[in-house]
């Protein structure tokens, strides 16, 4: 039998710096593929990757202590399905394993809704980026986005929206954006764009497209990226 394999990019424990889960110590896999190809994107896909199988991952990680959750992130970690169910279900689903019963905090692009129905049940947390044409480049997700929110509304799952925006958030995206949020009530979470430790547009920017947001829909928290402002990874 063909064993699962996968590149992981780096495994450590720090703190949550994004999203309502601020402040939360988590253990941070970091997946190595996307799918997508956001102008942003500052993940280096190519070196210092370290190859796994699912049980050799779960024996690297079983004996951490003392974290609220695991966040698997990247990369997109749904662009490793058959590796994470795996891996899940040995986290999820191994009576011997009792002692060590994390949460699982699942950072996503939001896209790859068919992979996240077959690990849906061994998510707790899902953190889904909603990607805006006008600050990723990735044209429209919006249909994406839809069904991927409709496969964890229908299976029971925490499931908030984060947004990383910049001055060029149009009126469009916005009320679309509020569109995907408003049928489940689920928490926008806007995140202004950083380049490096600096927020990339102004105060005032960020302000208008706050109040854009919460005149027509209030369950918005406007949070920056605290994990740069603090130095942590
Ligand atoms: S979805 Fe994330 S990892 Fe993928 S290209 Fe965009 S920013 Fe990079």
């Not at 991927?148 to 925490?158: L, Q």
Request: one cysteine or more; hydrophobic letters at 35%.
């Amino acid at each position: 039998m063909m064993q699962n394999k996968t590149y992981i990019k780096e495994i450590f424990t720090s703190v949550q710096g994004e999203g309502p889960y601020i402040g939360y110590n988590q253990l941070f896999i970091r997946f190595s593929k996307c799918n997508l190809k956001c102008k942003y994107c500052d993940t280096d896909f190519i070196s210092n990757l370290t190859q796994y199988t699912p049980l050799e991952l779960f024996n690297k990680i079983k004996s951490v202590k003392n974290i609220h959750s695991i966040s698997l992130t990247g990369g997109e970690p749904l662009c490793d399905i058959d590796f994470l169910r795996e891996f899940l279900s040995l986290i999820k689903e191994n009576p011997s394993n009792n002692s060590f019963s994390p949460k699982i905090y699942l950072e996503t692009n939001g896209t790859l809704y068919n992979e996240l129905e077959k690990i849906i049940s061994n998510i707790d947390i899902v953190s889904m980026d909603v990607k805006l044409n006008s600050s990723s480049n990735n044209g429209d997700l919006y249909r994406l986005h839809k069904e991927f929110i409709e496969t964890a509304v229908k299976n029971y799952k925490e499931i908030f929206l984060k947004i990383v925006f910049d001055e060029n958030i149009s009126n469009e995206e916005i009320e679309k954006s509020i569109e995907l949020a408003q049928k489940d009530n689920l928490l926008i979470i806007l995140q202004p764009k950083m380049n490096g430790k600096e927020l990339s547009s102004s105060n005032d920017i960020i302000t208008r497209v706050y109040n854009d947001f919460i005149k027509k829909y209030p369950n918005v928290r406007l949070i920056p990226q605290v994990h740069k402002f603090l130095n942590l990874r």
